[in-house]
């Protein structure tokens, strides 16, 4: 074989071989376990302070995106995501409404901004790692527009939000 | 080198490095590669570690014979198949997946230039 060949496959496993060295020596992330039982403190933490004695609250935001606590009005709407997908898919919002994306799934998720995979189009809209079933993510859109948005761990899932 | 040799590597290290990256940045930043997997492999219950080391083998494949310049015509099909899946498998990511097709299209310049089997003209005349 030629031996320019052979040299450049040596360098190549060279780099592959220091690239991996240097990904299997970064911090090691926080697992699943911690990241879930991490958001389900701060979820409780929310729901305590937020919902008055009424254990259907979480089923009032779903049904009707907008609940009144202690006078308060807390509009939000809520997309569940299931082992389906998304639902539902596109939504129409007005400005300063929270969108929460609930994982009913068997699966993490990890609700985020397009385009994949830097999430370019709104930086912000993206939680940084996995959301585990059972928890949540919410994000208000700041601004007027229609945001593409998927779920980072299984691109072809996703759908619109339009802020009015 | 004449312009054919000269093309002809271009092209093989256009392939190449469009494999060798992902293999790479699977590593790097698993998440951003798994979320172009099909539901069927995700579903299948092997783990994501496995799958991720199993796209990297098979990158690191592509690469390799890329850079050896025989039979390019095995692993120019490949590629086409390869890429054109990702593509047709995740096409609300268009716009980012659109250069898969420019390298798809690279990727059948080579299967036909190398057309059965042939071992490019640099190493015929080394051989």
């Known amino acids: 074989m030629n031996k320019k060949v052979i040299w450049g496959i040596i360098i190549i496993l060279v780099i592959v071989g220091a690239v991996l060295a240097l990904a299997g020596s970064r911090a090691t992330a926080p697992t699943t376990d911690e990241i879930e039982d991490e958001v389900n403190n701060q979820y409780a933490t929310s729901t305590a302070s937020t919902t008055p004695n009424n254990t259907d609250a979480t089923e009032d935001i779903r049904m009707n995106g907008e609940i009144d606590i202690g006078g308060d009005i807390i509009e939000e709407i809520v997309i569940i995501y299931t082992d389906s997908g998304f639902s539902p898919k596109d939504v129409a919002i007005n400005l300063g409404q929270t969108v929460i ?18 999430h370019n189009i709104d930086p912000e809209f993206d939680p940084k790692k996995r959301t585990p079933t059972g928890s949540d993510f919410s994000y208000k859109f700041p601004k007027v527009g229609t945001w593409g948005y998927h779920n980072h761990l299984r691109a072809g899932e996703g759908g619109t939000i339009t802020v009015k | 080198m004449n312009k054919e040799k000269i093309i002809n590597f271009l092209f093989r290290a256009s392939i190449a490095f469009a ?24 579903d299948s219950g092997i783990p994501e570690s496995f799958i991720l080391w199993g796209f990297t083998l098979f990158h690191l494949i592509i690469v390799i014979w890329m850079i050896t310049g025989r039979f390019i015509f095995i692993p120019s099909i ?8 990702v593509v047709v498998m995740n096409l609300s990511q268009m716009d980012v997946l659109f250069r898969d097709i420019s390298l798809a299209l690279v990727a059948i310049a080579l299967a036909i230039q190398s057309y059965p089997f042939r071992a490019p003209n640099i190493l015929k005349e080394k051989e």
């Open chain 1, 101 to 118: 994306f609930r994982n009913e799934s068997s699966r993490d998720f990890w609700p985020a901004s397009n385009d994949h995979p830097i």
């Open chain 2, 19 to 42: 494999f060798l990256w992902p293999a790479l940045s699977a590593h790097i930043r698993p998440e951003n590669w798994l979320g172009y997997f099909p539901a069927f492999i995700l």
């Open chain 2, 78 to 85: 490949v590629a086409v198949v390869f890429l054109t899946a």
